[in-house]
């Protein structure tokens, strides 16, 4: 399974869906991908990140991103013995926060599918936006999946702290993601110092924890520094330069829209990456 090939599938069936004609959506969808691209090089960790209400957005960030931050999901997996013993179980359950695009669900799926792993999954993603949902029901419903494969979508908001308790399995989480998701929540200030602790606080003794963000100590130190306080060890603990290895993934199955709109999906970033562990 490539990302690449299940994130245009996903592209054709959700551009669809943007209103309007050709022009007028490739218009909007120009203008999204060059606002996005400008709000995360410059403004991330003061402002936060786009505003996904808006199909259009959504559909510029599966693009741009969600190939990358999937295929280094999956890349993070492969780093750590510990995580992917969690694989070899029977059953695996996984919580991914700020999981809404889908990218961490397609990483752990593209283990699953390459390794040959046969885990029963029971992955649930918690978000704060709930238009998410339909982007990534149409991510679940494209893989045409062979193993058995159980979602939940749950909201919460980092930034208000009565949606926290809303029902959902934190407590009972083998493995959790937190892919591209601290960076995009710094700005909120205290609420997301303690949405993160609170998560951790709720994790299960043993559970891993992998996170994969933008290589910047403003933000990395402070995510430590949660972990370190909620009696997270850890594990693996690095940053550095990330490309996508992997000579089966084409970006050319996206090149109908890189034609369209002039801009490429990420291919490389600047990353920190975390594995973590419960004690
Ligand atoms: C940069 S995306 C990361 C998505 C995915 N994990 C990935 O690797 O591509 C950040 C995610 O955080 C969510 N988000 C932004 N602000 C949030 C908040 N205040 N509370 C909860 N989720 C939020 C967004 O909806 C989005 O899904």
């Given at each position: 399974?490539?990302?690449?090939?299940?994130v245009?599938?996903?592209?054709?069936?959700?551009?669809?869906?943007?209103?309007?004609?050709?022009?007028?959506?490739?218009?909007?969808?120009?203008?999204?991908?060059?606002?996005?691209?400008?709000?995360?090089?410059?403004?991330?960790?003061?402002?936060?990140?786009?505003?996904f209400?808006?199909p259009?957005?959504?559909?510029?960030?599966?693009?741009?991103?969600?190939?990358?931050?999937?295929?280094?999901?999956?890349?993070?997996?492969?780093?750590?013995?510990?995580?992917?013993?969690?694989?070899?179980?029977?059953?695996?359950?996984?919580?991914c926060?700020?999981?809404?695009?889908?990218s961490d669900?397609?990483?752990?799926?593209?283990?699953?599918?390459?390794?040959?792993?046969?885990?029963?999954?029971?992955?649930?993603?918690?978000?704060?936006?709930?238009?998410?949902?339909?982007?990534?029901?149409?991510?679940?419903f494209?893989?045409?999946?062979?193993?058995?494969?159980?979602?939940?979508?749950?909201?919460?908001?980092?930034?208000?702290?009565?949606t926290?308790s809303a029902p959902?399995?934190?407590?009972k989480?083998?493995?959790?993601?937190?892919?591209?998701?601290?960076?995009?929540?710094?700005?909120c200030?205290?609420?997301?110092?303690?949405?993160?602790?609170?998560?951790?606080?709720?994790?299960?003794?043993?559970?891993?924890?992998?996170?994969?963000?933008?290589?910047?100590?403003?933000?990395y130190?402070?995510?430590?520094?949660?972990?370190?306080?909620?009696?997270?060890?850890?594990?693996?603990?690095?940053?550095?330069?990330?490309?996508?290895?992997?000579?089966?993934e084409q970006?050319?199955?996206?090149g109908?829209?890189?034609?369209?709109?002039?801009?490429?999906?990420r291919?490389?970033?600047?990353?920190?990456?975390r594995?973590l562990?419960?004690?």
């Amino acid at each position: 399974m490539k990302c690449f090939n299940v994130v245009q599938q996903v592209l054709d069936t959700t551009y669809a869906e943007i209103p309007g004609n050709e022009g007028t959506r490739d218009a909007a969808i120009r203008e999204a991908l060059k606002k996005m691209s400008n709000q995360y090089r410059t403004g991330l960790l003061t402002s936060g990140g786009p505003d996904f209400s808006d199909p259009v957005t959504r559909f510029a960030y599966v693009y741009l991103y969600v190939p990358a931050h999937a295929h280094w999901l999956y890349e993070l997996i492969t780093w750590s013995s510990d995580v992917q013993g969690l694989f070899q179980r029977p059953r695996l359950r996984m919580t991914c926060l700020g999981g809404g695009p889908g990218s961490d669900l397609v990483g752990a799926l593209k283990y699953i599918d390459e390794r040959n792993a046969s885990p029963t999954l029971f992955c649930e993603i918690v978000d704060g936006c709930v238009q998410w949902k339909q982007t990534w029901s149409d991510l679940a419903f494209t893989l045409d999946w062979s193993s058995p494969l159980h979602t939940d979508y749950v909201i919460h908001d980092a930034a208000d702290p009565s949606t926290w308790s809303a029902p959902c399995n934190i407590a009972k989480a083998d493995l959790f993601t937190i892919n591209f998701f601290a960076s995009e929540i710094y700005h909120c200030g205290d609420n997301a110092t303690d949405y993160i602790a609170h998560a951790f606080a709720k994790a299960k003794s043993g559970a891993l924890v992998l996170m994969n963000d933008n290589n910047d100590s403003r933000f990395y130190d402070w995510f430590d520094a949660i972990a370190a306080a909620a009696n997270m060890e850890t594990l693996l603990s690095d940053q550095g330069q990330r490309k996508i290895y992997d000579g089966g993934e084409q970006s050319s199955a996206v090149g109908k829209y890189a034609e369209k709109f002039g801009m490429s999906s990420r291919l490389t970033g600047q990353l920190a990456w975390r594995v973590l562990q419960k004690r």
